[in-house]
Each structure stands twice: as C-alpha cells, then as structure tokens.
C-alpha cells in the first residue's frame, strides 16, 4: 500500500468523524433549544437573559453588548442564577459549546433555550470590546 492512499484512508476518515460530530451536535441542538439566526436572536434578546459561555478572558475581549458571562466551565456552581421564568439566549465562539449547555439546562427544567445559531464569530451587532492601552 502506497504511502499516499495511508494519507487518503486516514483523511478521509477524519472528514467522517468531524461531519459526524456535526450532525450529531446539530440533532442534539433541535432538541434542547432553538437556534436562531442573527436577526432573530437581535429582535429577542431585550426580553431575555443573554449568556456567553465562552470563557472569561474571551468574553472580557469582545461580547454581545448586554450579555453576561457564564462560561461553560462554571455552569454548575452558576445555574442557580439563570432565571427558569425567562427566555435563555445562549452563545459562545460558534455554537457548539452552546448546544452543550442548553442540554444542561434543558435536564433541569429550563424550557424556553435559545442558541445563536453562527455564534459570536459571525456576529454583526454591536458588541462591547476590551479598551487598548
């Protein structure tokens, strides 16, 4: 066997478990919360409590104006903030870290979940940024 069609084998292989690992987050998604475009998300998220999960020293780069930071790491000790009787606007860098929270919330009785469905890297709104020295 030609060291090429190793590399090939290999590749491909890898392609099928990152596709796969996609699928398997986006399923997982639709059924703990919905995703939402940009603009939907935008048009919602005076009505909600808007998280960032990303991890405090992203979050204190550049975030959504108006979100707090709750970053995925801290979810336990910090879940008890998150009120139940309000929507709960999610995202993080992309949205998978999102997906991963809103499964946790949605185990302990959190219904109304809502995640951005690009995350912060697609973003176009206004965001607040880390002032340069």
Not at 32 to 50: D, H, L, N, S, Y
Request: cysteine-free.
């Amino acid at each position: 066997m030609s060291v090429l069609l190793v590399i090939n084998i290999v590749l491909g292989a890898i392609l099928l478990v990152m596709a796969g690992n996609m699928l398997y987050t986006f399923i997982l998604g639709k059924t703990a919360a919905k995703m939402m475009t940009e603009e939907e998300f935008r048009e919602g998220m005076r009505k909600a409590q808007v998280i960032d999960v990303r991890e405090k020293n992203e979050f204190d780069g550049s975030h959504i104006l108006g979100a707090r930071n709750i970053p995925y790491s801290m979810l336990k000790t910090s879940m008890q903030s998150i009120r139940k009787d309000q929507p709960v606007y999610l995202y993080d860098q992309r949205h998978s870290t999102s997906v991963r929270v809103a499964r946790k919330l949605k185990k302990a009785g959190y219904t109304d979940i809502y995640v951005l469905k690009n995350g912060f890297d697609n973003w176009t709104g206004k965001i607040k940024k880390k002032a340069v020295n």
